[in-house]
C-alpha cells in the first residue's frame, strides 16, 4: 500500500505562483513515474506534468514554459512549480505514482488532490 499526501494548494492571483508537494510513503520499492493531473469543475481529468524515475519530463501543452516538475527520487518525493499562473489553472490537482513496486502489491495509485484556485 502507497499513501500520497500533497501539499501546497491555495489562492493566487493571477501571474502568481505556487509550489505543490506531493510526498509518497508506505512499503514500496521503486516508483516507476510520479506526476500530477488536474479537474476543474465540469472537465475530464487531465494530466499536467509527470516525471519518470529515469529523469523524462512530460507536460501538458497549456502549461509549458509555466510549469516545472521535479522529483526527489530519495525522498520519494514530487514538486510542481507553477508560475505566471492563469484563472484557467484554477482545478483541483491529484498527484499520482505509476508504476509502484510494492512489497505485497504494486501498482498505480492516487492523492487526495488539493485544490489550486487562480483569481483576483
Known amino acids: 500500500q502507497v499513501q500520497l499526501v500533497e501539499s501546497g494548494g491555495g489562492l493566487v492571483q493571477p501571474g502568481g505562483s505556487l509550489r505543490l508537494s506531493c510526498a509518497a510513503s508506505?512499503?514500496?520499492?521503486?516508483?516507476?513515474?510520479m506526476g500530477w493531473y488536474r479537474q476543474a469543475p465540469g472537465k475530464q481529468r487531465e494530466l499536467v506534468a509527470t516525471?519518470?524515475?529515469?529523469?523524462?519530463?512530460k507536460y501538458a501543452d497549456s502549461v509549458k514554459g509555466r510549469f516545472t516538475i521535479s522529483r526527489d527520487i530519495v525522498l520519494n518525493t514530487v514538486y510542481l512549480e507553477m508560475n505566471s499562473m492563469r484563472p484557467e489553472d484554477t482545478a483541483v490537482y491529484y498527484c499520482?505514482?505509476?508504476?509502484?513496486?510494492?512489497?505485497?502489491?504494486?501498482?498505480?495509485?492516487w492523492g487526495q488532490g488539493t485544490q489550486v484556485t487562480v483569481s483576483l
Open positions: 499520482t505514482a505509476e508504476g509502484v513496486v510494492g512489497v505485497q502489491a504494486s501498482g498505480d495509485y
Open positions: 508506505g512499503r514500496f520499492f521503486t516508483i516507476s513515474v
Open positions: 516525471m519518470s524515475s529515469g529523469g523524462y519530463r
